[in-house]
């Protein structure tokens, strides 16, 4: 059969086999640190889903009237008296729930759900949501240094993204071969390719934007060099509202109907969003209103008002600069959170590919060196110890979270996460697998069984019950994949 | 409604469009470049009707979403099993380049794509902002953005050249330039 013509220009063979040089070492460098953030990031989508699973008793509230925000608000302030901060988020299309969260004088920070009615019924921590949220953004490392490891790793990943298509000379000519058995290298290379080209355009807006919120503090620092002599805030205070002056001589809250009222007349077609008191009860208290649009992604208009209820600051989406709407956007473009159910899922399941593709990636590398006669068996079990390590992890800090306050979930996860890597050394790579495989599923499918056990008879959210069957979903899924046979990696051919 | 009926069509168009790519990948014919421009004009069309029905921010993050999702699920469906008979014949890919294992090599090569990668795709971020015509906010976010992709691309660059003086020197002029386009015009 004639080769067939293709569209895609012909790249050198040279260039190509460098491009794959760099690639390989690229990717081996990052490769624990790029699956670690594909596979958090992948959870994270689940966030605000499985906050409501850690606290099933509390109905959802698809829409309430503004009016509750200040009943929480009101609520909130004569149990606790006065507040730095308290925030209002209402129910959205990512979380049916009306969310408190409110500094104290005293340095504690409260947070919780309202009800309905507005009515806080206390302190409702999530903690394993926080801390799987926390290990995507910043490692649990001190904010600065996490966040930029996560962003460079980003950076790292957009690399890997770039000189992966520049190693593909056979882009078109491959795309919809995915031959499972075979040998090891081909069968993962398949699987490798599939999942990077097919998503790409997934992969590259993940890459970006997730680089783009960890090198934040970089750049916004590094402009402040530039221009302000080394001064952030004054970087910040262009995309932040002013604040008023500090006067903590005690004074009456302004009118909140009054406010609110206001802000629904300067946007009519938007519906409160979030409703922010600063220093409440004091003479330089302000309250800010975030009024959402339902087809814009960007958070929405921004109203401030002082003390005596006067408007001092405005912000209008539709009035916006571009930049501060793409900065807006660059959040829900990230984690997937515009459009509900939908998104989320398919955040998930493409979240999954990109996991797929760091995780084949690193598999081709092996496999590539046993083919060649220089096998790498410690860093083939290390890394498969890697992998597999991360469902045993989350299940287990789930876990102990669910059962126990203490310890928290993140000594959890980093203790079982080291005995892997100690551990895997001393075991052949196909028995870490298997092993750990199985403990993950036996873990995926404890879980629910105990969330049931301890809170099934106070299920007041239906999302509790679908968390429940996606964890066990996944634990059928490890337990399917333990009865697939991997293809053999090539032998070299005797000399 | 209208919204659910272009959900679904993301979703179709992506499966749709990956169906036109096969057919015109498995049987090679006149009409072949007709079923591939047909296919990125059907996904274009669609994503132009999902910024207008979903706003032009919400409408393109769906097709980012569900085009991917759609092909990535037909392509999943042909997934071929081959049988391991320790007879495999000899992988056409290409391998990788061999170069010299030099510890001093890979220091270098870590210092381009790292350090002086970010150097350079900051100062050029900052050089755009500089120079974009528009107001503060929008150039700041512009530039920032240019930053990931800037340093992604020299990092790229840096691993792959066989010759890391010439990345290397390329990006000290770079950064050399960005400042001083900096400092011509200032904030």
Known sequence: ?495 | MIESLVIAALAVTGIGAAILLRRAWRRPSAARPAFIIGAWIAIGVLVAVAAGVMGSARGPAFAMALVPLGALALVATGVKRREANGRVAKSRALEPSLRGSKVWRGFMRTLVAAPLGCVVSLTLGIAWTVWFPADPQTRIVLGGVWVPVLWAGAMAWALTDDRILRPALSMIALTLAGGALIAIEGF
Not at chain 1, 191 to 218: D, E, K, M, S, Y
Not at chain 1, 404 to 417: D, E, K, N, R, S
Not at chain 1, 429 to 455: D, E, F, K, Q
């Open chain 1, 1 to 495: 059969m004639a080769k067939p013509k293709t569209l895609w220009p012909r790249v050198p063979a040279p260039f190509v086999q460098a491009v794959l040089a760099g690639h390989s070492s690229l990717g081996l460098a990052f490769a624990a640190l790029i699956y670690l953030v594909c596979f958090s990031g992948t959870v994270a989508v689940l966030v605000h889903d499985f906050e409501r699973w850690e606290w099933p008793n509390l109905a959802p509230v698809e829409q309430v009237e503004p009016d509750v925000a200040i009943a929480t608000a009101r609520n909130l302030l004569d149990e606790y008296g006065a507040a730095e901060h308290v925030f209002i988020t209402l129910p959205d299309i990512n979380s049916p729930r009306t969310r408190v969260y409110a500094e104290l004088h005293d340095g504690r920070v409260l947070e919780g759900f309202a009800d309905a009615q507005g009515n806080w019924s206390g302190e409702a921590t999530t903690p394993w949501s926080e801390f799987m949220l926390g290990l995507h953004i910043d490692l649990h490392l001190p904010h600065a240094v996490g966040s930029f490891v996560v962003g460079m790793t980003g950076v790292a990943l957009l690399s890997l993204l770039i000189s992966g298509l520049l190693s593909h000379p056979r882009i078109f000519r491959d795309a919809f071969h995915i031959r499972l058995g075979g040998t090891k290298r081909l069968q993962e290379a398949d699987l490798h390719n599939r999942a990077g080209i097919w998503g790409l355009p997934f992969h590259i807006v993940i890459a970006l934007t997730g680089a783009l919120l960890g090198l934040t503090t970089l750049i916004a620092g590094t402009l402040a060099l530039a221009f302000f002599k080394g001064d952030v805030e004054q970087t910040y205070a262009l995309f932040f509202p002013p604040a008023l002056e500090d006067d903590t001589t005690p004074a009456p809250l302004p009118d909140l109907d009054a406010i609110l009222a206001d802000a629904a007349t300067r946007a009519p077609e938007a519906r409160l969003r979030m409703l922010r008191l600063d220093h409440p009860g004091e003479t330089g208290q302000s309250v800010h209103i975030s009024m959402g649009y339902p087809d814009k992604l960007a958070f929405g208009d921004s109203y401030i008002y002082d003390g005596n209820g006067e408007l001092f600051h405005t912000e209008q989406v539709s009035e916006s600069s571009l930049g501060t709407q793409i900065l807006q956007t660059i959040g829900p473009y990230h984690f997937g959170w515009f459009a509900g159910w939908v998104s989320k899922i398919a955040y998930v399941l493409l979240g999954g590919a990109l996991t797929l593709v760091t995780t084949t990636g690193v598999a081709i590398w092996t496999a590539r060196r046993r083919s060649k006669g220089h096998p790498a068996p410690v860093t083939e079990r290390l890394w498969i110890a890697t992998v597999w390590s991360q469902p045993v992890a989350y299940g287990v800090s789930a876990l102990v979270a669910l059962l126990t306050p203490l310890p928290a979930p993140l000594l959890v996860w980093g203790i079982v996460t080291g005995a892997c890597f100690a551990l895997a050394p001393f075991f052949d790579a196909r028995r870490i697998s298997v092993t750990l495989r199985t403990i993950g599923a036996a873990l995926l499918a404890i879980l629910p069984l105990a969330h049931i056990a301890l809170h099934g008879a106070s299920y007041a959210d239906p999302v509790a019950w679908v968390i429940d069957a996606g964890l066990f979903a996944c634990a059928i899924l490890l337990v399917l994949s333990l009865r697939y046979k991997p293809a053999p990696a090539r032998q070299p051919r005797p000399a």
